[in-house]
């Protein structure tokens, strides 16, 4: 019973830092799902990408949702990053089978505590100027490529993905945050999708009561997060999950490393 109990507080624990990281700045959400099943439950890590991909799907889509009420998604704009996405998230997600289980287990634990320092020193406010400044047919290309790039990456490591895109959306496309992040969580809905199949297709099935655990946990916290998000300053959010990013990274670090 209490290995039980203990499986539970890590789902929960995992899928509050995974929802929070998506509903306030679209991140994705194998970027504390991963390494938490990995360190604490002991998964290995081409399962725990896959239950922490799969728990992206909803977690985005509400997000999403919420963001689009309140105006801040350009889906236009984010069909055509999603293209770049998708495919290259199954060529990422077939690479990632061939690797060691600590490489990649090591790469999500270190990601964690780097981007949360990332939002701490950098934080990403809105930017100067906006996407109509440059012409259709650089968006078109931008947005292909940044996609492709971020698709290679979410398949690969399982994380990152979010936050490329975020990188790519309001510095290479001039998105203002809030629409950055509505766009992201957007695309995000159907590449954790993809990412999700193709790991349960290429791999085994991960324990269902762990990956239904993680998908309830971080669509509640996506849900929660994502309508403080739409209210809340730039700033605040920068913070609010640099924190959070930082002190779990930490504990990660120290636990799997020393």
């Keep these: 019973m209490n290995e039980i109990l203990f499986e539970i507080?890590?789902?929960?624990?995992?899928?509050?830092?995974?929802?929070?990281?998506?509903?306030?700045?679209g991140m994705s959400a194998a970027t504390v799902i991963s390494p938490m099943l990995i360190t604490f439950l002991g998964l290995p890590a081409y399962d725990a990408i896959g239950i922490a991909l799969a728990s992206d799907v909803l977690a985005s889509a509400v997000s999403a949702r919420t963001y689009a009420k309140n105006g801040s998604i350009d889906i236009r704009n984010g069909l055509v990053m999603m293209c770049g996405v998708l495919c290259m998230t199954l060529v990422g997600s077939w690479l990632s089978s061939f690797l060691p289980n600590n490489t990649l287990g090591g790469f999500s634990v270190v990601m964690?505590?780097?981007l949360g320092l990332r939002f701490l020193?950098?934080?990403?406010?809105s930017t100067q100027h906006t996407i109509r400044g440059s012409?259709?047919?650089a968006?078109?290309?931008?947005?292909?490529?940044?996609?492709?790039?971020?698709?290679?990456i979410c398949g690969f490591f399982g994380a990152g993905g979010g936050m490329m895109m975020l990188?790519?959306?309001?510095?290479?496309?001039?998105y203002e945050?809030?629409?950055?992040?509505g766009t992201?969580?957007?695309v995000m809905t159907f590449s954790a999708f993809t990412g999700a199949a193709s790991h349960f297709v290429l791999g085994n099935m991960p324990r269902l009561d762990l990956l239904a655990l993680c998908i309830v946990f971080t669509l509640i916290w996506a849900q929660i997060a994502a309508r403080i998000a739409t209210k809340a300053s730039t700033i605040l959010l920068n913070r609010l999950i640099g924190i959070i990013l930082t002190g779990l990274g930490i504990v990660l670090v120290g636990i799997t490393y020393l």
């Design 177 to 181: 945050v809030k629409t950055a992040v």
């Design 184 to 186: 992201s969580v957007f």
């Design 121 to 125: 020193v950098l934080p990403v406010t």
């Design 135 to 137: 012409s259709r047919s």
């Design 9 to 25: 507080l890590i789902c929960f624990l995992a899928g509050a830092g995974a929802g929070l990281g998506t509903g306030f700045a």
């Design 139 to 152: 968006q078109i290309i931008k947005g292909a490529l940044g996609g492709a790039c971020i698709g290679l």
């Design 167 to 174: 990188f790519v959306l309001t510095s290479l496309l001039g």
């Design 112 to 114: 964690t505590l780097v």
